[in-house]
Each structure stands twice: as C-alpha cells, then as structure tokens.
C-alpha cells in the first residue's frame, strides 16, 4: 500500500506555484475586500438600528396626533384617547396609518396619502394588523401598501368624550400606528452602494498602486534571479573558468533583507571564482607533468622494447630467460600503449589538434570493422550502411581513433563469439555510429563513470583476453574526440546487449548534398 503523498501525485501536484508578487497583491486585495465588506456591514447595520430609531420615536407622536388633533392639553400625559378619529390627518406625514380595534373588530383605519387625504386599508391589511400584541413593541410588518413600522397601544377602557360624558365601558380597544419604512430603505440602499462604490474604487486603486509598489520592491529580487541562472548555465565543469557575474552593487546594499542576500550572492561567486581558479591550476600542472612524464618515458621504454627484441632474436637464452624477455617485451608494450594514450589526452587538453576536412565516414567504418575482423576472428562482425555514402567534417585520424578504440572495447571485454555490429544511421542534420555487442553488459553502477579516465569496467565485461592490457584510458579518449570534433557520446547496457553511440554533425545536410549532387551531374 502506498502512503499518501509517496509515489503519487498530491491535491496540488500538477497546480502551478503563483509568484511572490502575484500572491502578495491577491493577498492585499483580499484582505481590503475583506476590511470593506465588514465596514460596509458595520454601517449598514448601525445606520439601520439609527433611522429604526428615529422611526420608533416618531410612532409616539404619530399616535397623539391621531388621539388629540388639537394637540395633547398640558399636563395631559396618559395615552390616547378611546374616541381617537384616524380619519383626522391634521398633522400627520404621508404614508401614516391609523387603525382602531375594539376586541379584535375594526372601528375605523385610515392611511394617509401625499395630498393629505386619508383611505381606508384594506381588509387583509387589517387582518394582519389586528393580530398585533400591543405589549410587544414596535415591529416590522409588510402590507399590500409597503413595508411600515408599526406600534399597537391599548387605549383606556374609559375616557371623557369630547361632550364630557363618560365613554362607553368594556376593554380590548387597540390602536395601531405605523410609519413607512420606504425613506429609510431608501437611505440604507444608499448607503451600500456608496459604500460598494467606494470600496470598489478602492480595491482596484489599491491593486494598481499594490502591483507597481509590488512589481518595483520585488524588482531586486528579479536580478538576484538572474544573476543566480546565469552562474548555474556556466560551463564550469572543466578548464580556465571565468564568473563575470556579479550582482550590481545597487541591488547588493547592506540594511535591506535583498541587500543582504546580494552580497552574501556575490561573496560566495567570488568563493566559488577563487577555487575554480585554484582547480584549473593545480589540472593545468598534473596535465603538464603528464605530458613531460609521458614524453621523458618514450625514449627510454623504445630503448626497452629494441634491445628486448634484439636479444630475443640474436641470443640463444634459456626458456626461463626467453620467459622473462619475452614478459619484459609485452610490458613495455602496455606501458609504451599507456603513454601513448597519455601523450594523446594531454594534446588534446591543450587544443593539439590536426586540421579539419570531409571525411567519408561510411569507409572508416568498413576499414576499422575490417581491422577488427582480422585482429580478433574469434568474434562474429557485422555492418549495417546506408546506401549513400556519409561524409561528416572533423579530424580523420581522430574519428579513425574513435572508431578503433570502440571497436578494439567490444571485442577485448567480451568472451569469444560474441556478435558485434556496427552501424551507420543519418537523420536530423548528424549520422549516428552505434557499435552494439552482445556481451555481459556494463554493471549499471559503472555506467555513470565508463567515460572517466583509469576507469575500468566489473569482472563481467573485463573477462576477454585483452583486458589484462586495458589502460582504462581507451574510453575516455573517445569521448575527448567525439568532443572535440563537435559530437556526442552515450551507451547503454543490459546483460546481453551493450551499444555504444557516437552522433556527429554531417558535412552537409542531406537535402544541400542531393542539390550539389544535381547540379554536378548538370
């Protein structure tokens, strides 16, 4: 069982990662969205719980005017009077209502108009307004006429007329008062859409000035990325290596956070520079005492092989000495093979190379296949050309080289029998050379090192003849070629197939070639 996360694709695996700036400036927008969105509420609420009070206080008055149109006698501070008229609507705002309930049944209502003239309310008004509690306070209430703030009193159960006599006894007269909530609708939606004008205005200012306030702060940053990409596409794996890339010393100031990160940058550049330096020099010297200690050992070792030779041939020696002669002979021969090899590398590190021209790639290959067949017949060989000639333009000996040191690795590190072919394919601008064998295969932890020099294959792969004699320099001399003449060089291996790949520009592209070839034969 797999656990979660390993080996598999999270929630957000394939989701691409917002920059700073971008997370930065949605972050500032929401948080504004989210400070406009609470005042807007805050302020829809207070201004509501504001004029609903205003509102409130005005159902008190409203209810006197409808009791006493003449206007409440001084010192006369009860409610209002059971004879109330809501018909009379001296004093009273368009859009008052005024209704009298004794013991649930309508006396008479009015609603006032906006000439001053009052209407009756409608039978279903009045059923809603007649299930009004009068002791639970002024409440919202939507009628076919609008949406009202309205109040229910109780009136007392016995009062003077306006004759003086007692009025009619018995209990349940209510009147209800209300007034049109619509001007403080009408204000509250005002203020939400000044609001969410305002605030709308404001996010978007806020989001331009935030991406250019954004855009120029994370501007340092942007170069410290640039400076960083251009140190890492550097060829700095070989040779005299140079960073000229520094960090400007307007974004490299001390005090900020993206100063401090520029010098501490351009401090370790500076490091890296310094031991690159010291590399190349101490490489340029081994490279120098390679090439002085290989030529010092030619002489002497041609010196060992001569007299070897000549004592082989004109002494009578005992068989043990002949032994020992002869063992004298063939590692001078292996060490002459080794500074060689030496000798060549240290020409190429220093740029020793001879002149470039077309050569016929396609008859190398037969020639060194045909070399191979001869020097080691115990193995099967095959080629596979195309049928056109493929020339590439590079050193010939060196590709000559190439070719015979692949070869001579394929026959020398596999057991006898094993079939090896060779083959020339062209295509894309470059002609490719694989040499694939059939042997034990490459241990797959040799692989990544195969082309370093003195490296020297496992058991498996060493167990031809010729591997007592290997240098470990063979492969690596190949791919110094390949380099130098603008080519590339891979492999690949398993137990029982191994290719190596060779891929060389070709002296012309195919289509130029078949062009020339027209006009030649024109």
């Given amino acids: 069982m797999t656990a979660p996360g390993i080996g598999q694709g999270g929630p957000g695996a394939g989701r691409r990662p917002l920059h700073l700036r971008t997370t930065l400036i949605l972050a500032t927008l929401a948080l504004l969205t989210a400070i406009c969105v609470a005042i807007g509420v805050l302020s829809h609420l207070a201004m509501g719980a504001y004029?609903?009070?205003?509102?409130?206080?005005?159902?008190?008055?409203a209810a006197d005017r409808a009791g006493f149109p003449g206007g409440r006698p001084p010192g006369d501070d009860q409610r209002p009077r059971r004879d109330v008229d809501p018909q009379?609507?001296?004093?009273?705002?368009?859009?008052?209502?005024?209704?009298?309930?004794?013991?649930?049944?309508?006396?008479?209502?009015?609603l006032v108009q906006d000439d001053g003239s009052t209407d009756p309310l409608?039978?279903?008004?009045?059923?809603?307004?007649?299930?009004?509690?009068?002791?639970?306070?002024?409440?919202?209430?939507?009628?076919?006429?609008?949406?009202?703030?309205?109040?229910?009193?109780?009136?007392?159960?016995?009062?003077?007329?306006?004759?003086?006599?007692?009025?009619?006894?018995?209990?349940?007269?209510?009147?209800?008062?209300?007034?049109?909530?619509?001007?403080r609708d009408s204000t509250l939606v005002s203020l939400d859409i000044t609001v969410a004008g305002l605030s709308l205005a404001g996010i978007v200012l806020t989001g331009l000035a935030?991406?250019?306030?954004?855009r120029r702060s994370l501007r340092p940053l942007e170069e410290l990325s640039a400076v960083a990409t251009s140190v890492s596409q550097l060829p700095l794996s070989s040779g005299e290596v140079a960073i000229p890339v520094r960090v400007p010393p307007a974004v490299a100031r001390p005090g900020t956070e993206v100063g401090t990160v520029g010098l501490a940058?351009?401090?370790?550049?500076?490091?890296?520079?310094?031991?690159?330096?010291?590399?190349?020099?101490?490489?340029?010297?081994?490279?120098?005492?390679?090439?002085?200690?290989?030529?010092e050992l030619r002489t002497p070792l041609t010196s060992i092989r001569g007299y070897t030779e000549l004592v082989l041939m004109s002494e009578t020696v005992s068989p043990s000495g002949r032994s020992a002669l002869e063992r004298v002979d063939s590692e001078s021969r292996r060490m002459s093979s080794l500074v060689e090899d030496l000798l060549l590398l240290a020409r190429l590190d220093e740029g020793q190379r001879g002149e470039a021209s077309d050569v016929d790639l396609t008859e190398l290959v037969v020639e060194t296949t045909s070399d191979a067949r001869v020097a080691a017949?115990?193995?099967?060989?095959?080629?596979?050309?195309?049928?056109?000639?493929?020339?590439?333009h590079a050193v010939e000996a060196e590709i000559r080289q190439v070719l015979i040191n692949l070869l001579s690795n394929a026959h020398r590190h596999t057991p006898p029998g094993t079939a090896v072919a060779t083959a020339l394919a062209v295509g894309g601008g470059t002609v490719g050379i694989t040499v694939t064998d059939s042997g034990p295969?490459?241990?797959?932890?040799?692989?990544?090192?195969?082309?370093?020099?003195?490296?020297?294959?496992?058991?498996a792969r060493s167990a031809g003849a010729g591997s007592a004699t290997s240098t470990g320099l063979g492969l690596a001399i190949v791919q110094a070629l390949v380099d130098a003449n603008g080519g590339?060089?891979?492999?690949?291996?398993?137990?029982?197939?191994?290719?190596?790949?060779v891929d060389l520009p070709l002296a012309r592209p195919p289509a130029r070639a078949a062009a020339s070839a027209g006009r030649d034969s024109g």
């Fill in 377 to 392: 017949s115990g193995y099967s060989w095959s080629l596979d050309l195309p049928d056109e000639p493929v020339e590439v």
């Fill in 122 to 183: 409608t039978v279903a008004d009045l059923d809603l307004l007649a299930a009004l509690d009068p002791a639970a306070g002024p409440q919202e209430l939507t009628l076919g006429t609008g949406h009202y703030r309205v109040d229910a009193v109780a009136l007392p159960a016995g009062a003077a007329g306006d004759d003086g006599e007692a009025g009619a006894a018995g209990g349940g007269a209510v009147l209800v008062t209300g007034l049109s909530t619509t001007e």
């Fill in 51 to 61: 004029l609903t009070g205003q509102l409130d206080a005005a159902l008190t008055p």
């Fill in 210 to 214: 935030g991406t250019v306030i954004i």
């Fill in 488 to 501: 590339t060089i891979s492999v690949s291996s398993e137990p029982g197939r191994t290719q190596f790949r």
């Fill in 265 to 295: 940058l351009n401090a370790m550049i500076d490091h890296v520079s310094s031991a690159l330096r010291e590399r190349h020099a101490s490489e340029q010297k081994v490279r120098q005492f390679v090439a002085d200690a290989s030529h």
């Fill in 441 to 459: 295969g490459i241990d797959p932890a040799f692989l990544e090192t195969v082309f370093t020099r003195f490296s020297r294959g496992d058991a």
């Fill in 88 to 110: 009379n609507a001296a004093g009273q705002r368009p859009g008052t209502l005024n209704a009298v309930f004794d013991d649930g049944e309508v006396r008479t209502s009015a």
